[in-house]
């Protein structure tokens, strides 16, 4: 029997035979703590009771604790006679368990194969970044459905990106018309993780990317430009951004930063929270100049962390933070608070991911923080989000990080659906679980595991997909299939030369000279038909894609392939004639009605206006 897991045992020996599970009996536990495990191991063995081991009765299944283990590590055993589960913790025994019901759904029924596992996680913190505030807020119902997935493939810390998307009672006018979460809300996702045995962090931007909240004008005085883009160092020219940072020059921030998190801090039961710090780019460009000149904006930066770590302990929180600035100022790193815990980020196949050793030379614990790669684009780049999470997974196990938190971004509007990243999710799960995993099987594992479908054709599509979106012009993170979406007639996309590029072919992220031309339009029309009917195929196969995520993928198909449209029609080489443009038009048109009924299935309305903007403009350009 061949099993696929998600993730990947580091020790996994099967035996020939079985066992044949009884019809009744009990799930014997060693200890109270273990209950809620046993209780969904009845998923497994139905007609089965809860108690403590009794040594005259060999019971079928026990699930005990043991010392001795590595932290968070489990050992499976399946005999011809009994199934065994030993844990280090109630959690490890829940992770262990998840590995058995991926192994009881393979299995015939009433069966299980004979074999001995002894697994443990590389990382005790394991989590997936999840933005809410860049468009798009999902249904609480949904947001505890991404929960549980996560938590099956022994995912155990999730947060949510915000900026502006909680409903602060003190502040009626943050997040007004973008669908914020609410205190209840939270409340109950936090119960919810807890029960997922998964770890609920709060964040929320406290320092860069706030012009979501700093546009209202009794919040502009607060800004590093006073919120009118008033600026007076020359590295502002160019800078388009309003009120992007709070200004530490400005004592009030900090009464500010409190009033929010006093409602914001309390929903959370964990007891860390992230204050981000992010991209301030424009941080001694205005009411900070002369601080800065003074202190230097390094520390003028640092200063701050120390002051909003003061201030999150007030609330019993220690803080993390985003190290992309401080990294800026190395000379600073061992002057951070060695309470705060450092996310370490970058998203490209080729990031230097062994820095990450400068915060463990510095005694300080971090994460390191790698991304789905599917933000800027139409589905993911799938082999560049591989390289980029095992990338940092490695290098974080060599450095002895303290976990990974895989982020998912939605710039833009946030028109990549959530629905897109789960292969990236899952592999992150397994990368920081298992950095040995084995990477070549992973998508076939994924296929087969997550939609149900052991497929070759569906393994080819995923891949195929993952290498047609993987083409960046002009940006590196900016895949020129979504430009080519939104595209006008006349843009320079549209011009013949051959431009400078990144692209993946084979699996293999590259670099050269493409033609946005009619033909390529043409080619990834062929390829992404094969693609489309792998999907379709596999969705009308009963029992498959148990989450109803392929109606998703095969939307993302679609959105590229009337980019590659556009090239036929508008491209080198196309033909614009007025036929080809009223065509354009009706399946823009049709591709907008979609895009708005996918998003209402599982999601707020929020700021769905973003995208559908960039739709309606597109289509009456179309003339």
Known sequence: MKLALIPQPHKLVLDKGSFRIPASGAIAISDSSLYPVAEQAKAIF????VGAGVRQAPDPVRIVLRKGLRPGGYRLAITDAAVRLEAQSPAAAFHGLQTLIQIATQSPAGRLPRLHIDDWPDFQDRGVYYDVCRGRVPKLARLMEQVAVLSHFKINQYQLYMEHTFRFRGHPDIGKGASPLSAEDILVLDAWCRESNVNLVPSLASFGHLATVLKHPQYRHLAEDWGVGKYTHPESKGWGARGWSLSPANPKIYS?????????LPVFSDK???????????????QTHELCKKLGKGRVYLNHI???????RKYGKKIMFWGDIIRHYPDLIKDIPKDALVLDWGYGFNHPFDRIRDFRRAGLDFYACPGTSAWVSLFPRLYEAMANIHGFAAAARKNKGLGVLNTDWGDGGHYNFMEYSWHGYLFGAEQSWNVDADRKTFTARFAKLFFGADDPALVRAIETLGEVTHLNVGGYYQSVWQHLLFALPGQDIFAPARKDAWFCRDGRIRRGKIALDAKLGRNTLARLATVRKAFLDVARKPGTDPHRVLPYWTFAVDTIAHAAKNLTVLGAGGKDTAAARKALKRDLTSLMRQ?????MARNRPSEIRVTLQRYRKAIQALK
């Open 46 to 49: 139905r007609r089965y009771t």
């Open 256 to 264: 500010f930063l409190d009033s929010l998190y006093s409602e914001f």
């Open 272 to 286: 860390r929270f992230n204050v981000c710090c992010d991209e301030t780019w424009d941080l001694g460009w205005g």
């Open 306 to 312: 120390v002051k909003l770590n003061r201030l999150s």
């Open 595 to 599: 895009f708005e009924k996918l998003w």
